[in-house]
């Protein structure tokens, strides 16, 4: 079953891969076709400005279609370059990206670098060079790959995430599922423990060991009732926080080290809130076993409860 989930999360993935790699290739093709498309526009208006300026008359000469051809194309940039008078004219360009030389200077190399400068000449005379650039369209589309690679980056990370939760989500089942049965199964032996002590309470032991006995079993009960709550929501329920807390800390007190030193600051009235008991006692006891290793088993150790309007702060302090 896992074996097969893995082969059609892979087959997902390597599907999603592949669409987006033609979508990218077909992008890549579909923008060389327009860059060709506009050279060969291009081509063609360098042959009808050369036919303009190979006839003395070609309002009369050439007819309109010449005309139509040159005055048809008012999207590509072009600079033409007139060589005897070193003039430097453009055509659908803004003028204040072409008022200075530097400017100018600037778009004849960003030009020639993105399409071959076309020659015009008259005869064999060399007349004009006709440098161009992307059409508005092309500029806009030459961001389009960029654009999918970035889609296609942040869709991999997000299999990557998908993968790696759904990962994650299995392997917490199965510690949820073990904590589970590792509490079903010290439920059994604790049943009988607390029979023995019942025993243990007939035979006039020192009450006192029996009670240290019994309150260890209730501890073991309460580790018990923590792993079978893992992978559960916690049943909340309204109780004395202070009650609460100084149980815990009264315990883990009487289980520790003379070295460490225990302070408490409570308030004097109770404080009731919702919480669950079994997980609440887990989180202090974490606090309080890592502030004593924190003081290598020799310190003081501060707790303090602090109300703040309708907000109470549990603070742990320690001299590690």
Do not use: C
Not at 114 to 134: H, K, T
Not at 255 to 283: C, D, G, Q
């Amino acid at each position: 079953m896992l074996r097969n989930r893995t082969y059609i999360r892979w087959a997902f993935i390597l599907a999603s891969l592949f669409i987006i790699s033609l979508i990218l290739w077909n992008t890549y093709n579909f923008f060389n076709h327009l860059k060709e498309s506009e050279r060969v526009k291009m081509e063609i208006w360098a042959e009808a400005y050369q036919e303009i300026l190979s006839n003395n008359h070609p309002d009369s000469n050439i007819g309109g279609l010449v005309l139509t051809v040159i005055h048809s194309n008012t999207t590509t940039p072009m600079i033409l370059h007139t060589i005897k008078e070193d003039l430097y004219t453009a055509r659908n360009i803004p003028d204040k990206h072409f008022d200075t030389p530097e400017k100018r200077a600037r778009l004849v190399s960003k030009f020639s670098s993105e399409y071959a400068p076309i020659e015009i000449y008259n005869g064999e005379e060399l007349m004009q060079v006709m440098y161009y650039g992307n059409s508005p369209i092309i500029n806009k589309l030459k961001y389009y790959p960029a654009l999918l690679i970035l889609i296609l980056i942040l869709f991999v990370m997000a299999i990557y995430l998908f993968y790696k939760t759904s990962k994650s989500a299995e392997q917490n089942k199965l510690w949820a599922g073990m904590a589970k049965e590792t509490a079903h199964q010290i439920g059994t032996p604790l049943s009988s423990l607390l029979g023995w002590i019942e025993i243990l309470k007939t035979e006039n032991t020192n009450i006192e060991y029996v009670n240290e006995i019994e309150k260890d079993v209730q501890r073991l009960e309460t580790i018990t009732n923590r792993f079978s709550q893992i992978g559960s929501l916690p049943i909340l329920e309204r109780k004395d926080l202070i009650s609460e807390t100084k149980h815990t800390f009264e315990y883990l007190q009487k289980r520790t080290s003379k070295l460490i030193t225990f302070k408490y600051e409570f308030p004097s009235h109770p404080i009731y809130v919702y919480l669950n008991s079994e997980l609440l006692s887990w989180t202090i006891e974490n606090i309080v076993k890592n502030g004593i290793d924190a003081m290598k088993g020799k310190g003081t150790l501060e707790v303090k409860i602090v109300e703040h309007n309708k907000f109470v702060s549990i603070l742990v302090t320690d001299e590690g």
